[in-house]
């Protein structure tokens, strides 16, 4: 009998093994992918640092800066430099690795097995894999969009809250300066990450349908502005992006079961940020299966971040509209990304202080070493 089983060795499942551990609960992953790279940037925000120092001291190689180029739909070029912080870019693989150990050093076990199936046994959870099954009392499901623990609890995340991101990892433009690309009608971005070894560039938007003409886009957007690169390889993969708010009036905890990160939904609408409510998941999910009160996590995710979610998919409808976007890449002449929107950068302080605040209160200080 499994105490606790985590599906998903991503970041939010290994921080929330890794938080168990550290209270002495310790969990079973469930994972036969990770580590991989993951399609998207490998951005880590200033605030995920600032929450989680821990980020700034692991031994994993990273790029750094402290500026961004953003390109508007009509093409002007804009730099913003961050005036408090600095943006970290890691290779998802070597990252997500490192949190896997560091649970697995604090005294999580790993199973490098593909779970193909889960049922419910009266009050447990029978999960089954390719070689055996196994019995389980509580079950945190974080095994990302297409969560199969998602499905057999309340049904997969619908069709319409899902987004796409395709790209490349390339050699060539490891020097160069982070670059955001805004698309037009406001359905996504292109961005160029560039890291130690390579650089990911890529194209993220909330539309699913047109796979094909976002692929043109991008490839036209890498030959237009570096035509000289090497890809390496290619990726494609389907991201939470929420598009109504009341996606979020399900539970995402019962008495015996939790999801968090992607398999939650927990990605900014607006910027496809997702680490940050990753890691933090993980973190609020240990706590209330530490205090043995599952359904705590409910509460928890909506008093530190509910609020800056719900307003990102609110705030998208408006920024559909061209000159909107044309304003906001104006307005980065003249501010910095920090300093920008005051309603992101209020919903990041108050982020901030409800974190603080529930450490405080459930005496987690070392959660975030």
């Known amino acids: 009998m499994i105490q606790t089983a985590i599906l998903g060795g991503g970041p939010a499942g290994a921080y929330c093994a890794y938080c168990l551990a550290k209270k002495d609960v310790y969990p079973v992953i469930f994972d036969h992918s990770h580590p991989r790279e993951k399609a998207c940037g490998g951005l880590v925000s200033p605030l995920t640092q600032e929450l989680f120092p821990f980020i700034n001291r692991l031994p994993v190689e990273h790029s750094v800066r402290n500026r961004i180029f953003f390109i508007s739909p009509s093409g002007k070029q804009i730099c913003c430099r961050l005036k408090k912080g600095k943006l970290v870019g890691f290779s998802r693989s070597e990252f997500d690795q490192y949190l896997v150990n560091m649970a697995i050093d604090k005294g999580a076990k790993l199973i490098n097995e593909k779970v193909i199936a889960i049922e419910r046994k009266n009050n447990l959870w029978k999960v089954k894999t390719r070689k055996q099954s196994y019995m389980i009392k509580m079950l945190v499901g974080a095994d990302g969009v297409n969560s199969l623990a998602r499905k057999k609890i309340m049904g997969p995340l619908d ?9 490349y990892f390339v050699k060539g433009i490891e020097n160069k300066e982070i670059t955001m690309k805004l698309l037009p009608q406001g359905e996504g971005y292109i961005w160029v990450v560039p890291r130690v ?40 993969a389907l991201i939470p992006n929420v598009k109504n708010v009341k996606t979020f009036n399900r539970p995402l905890a019962g008495d015996n079961w939790i999801l968090i990160g992607d ?86 302080q108050r982020m901030k202080r409800v974190v603080e605040g529930y450490r405080k209160q459930f005496n987690l200080p070392q959660f975030c070493e």
Not at 159 to 167: E, V
Not at 200 to 206: D, Q, R, Y
Request: hydrophobic share 40%; aromatic share 14%.
């Open 197 to 236: 070894q390579q650089t990911s560039v890529g194209i993220g938007c909330a539309d699913i349908s047109d796979f094909h003409g976002r692929r043109m886009e991008l490839d036209t957007f890498i030959a237009q502005h570096y035509p000289n690169v090497e890809k390496i390889s290619r990726y494609a």
């Open 159 to 167: 069709k319409r809250d899902k987004g796409l991101c395709f790209g």
């Open 263 to 348: 398999a939650a939904g927990h990605v900014n609408s607006l910027w496809g940020e997702g680490i940050l409510y990753a890691i933090l998941d993980g973190e609020l999910a240990a706590q209330a299966i530490v205090e043995n009160k599952s359904r705590l996590f409910d509460i928890l995710w909506k008093k530190a971040y509910g609020r800056s979610l719900f307003a990102s998919i609110k705030l998208r409808r408006w920024l559909r509209k061209k000159y909107i976007l044309e304003f906001f890449c104006y307005c980065l002449k003249y501010w910095s990304i920090i300093e920008l929107a005051p309603f992101h950068s209020w919903a990041n």
